[in-house]
Nanobody, 123 residues
């Protein structure tokens, strides 16, 4: 199993940017698709993005397309999510996940999860 630790969250004004990171340890990270999810207060955990094993393929939920970018550096066992043009509705705890056994878009497919990092966007 892969152990994941997120970092880089924080408080930012609307229109600002953040980069959150997810460092992996354990089994070789380079073979896994990695996903990003978020959980806002009062809502269900939702898919944000996923990136394939070498970073060549990624997909995003419609609400973040053109603003967020998922990437990875397998030499550093780290996955990144660049968040640009942030909006108050992006406020949530962001989680990375790895090793999906089914759909990349469903939280239940992922075996390994990080502890999450809070992103708060003020208006």
């Amino acid at each position: 199993q892969v152990q994941l630790v997120e970092s880089g969250g924080g408080l930012v004004q609307a229109g600002g940017s953040l980069r959150i990171s997810c460092a992996a340890s354990g089994r070789p990270f380079r073979t896994y698709t990695a996903g990003w999810f978020r959980h806002a207060s009062g809502k269900e955990r939702e898919f944000v993005a996923h990136v394939n094993w070498d970073g060549s393929i990624s997909d995003y939920t419609d609400s973040v397309k053109g603003r967020f970018t998922a990437s990875r550096d397998n030499a550093k066992n780290t996955v990144y999510l660049q968040l640009n043009s942030l909006k108050p509705e992006d406020t949530a705890v962001y989680y990375c996940a790895a090793d999906p056994l089914g759909s990349y878009y469903e939280p239940s497919s992922y075996v390994s999860w990080g502890q999450g990092t809070q992103v708060t966007v003020s208006s």
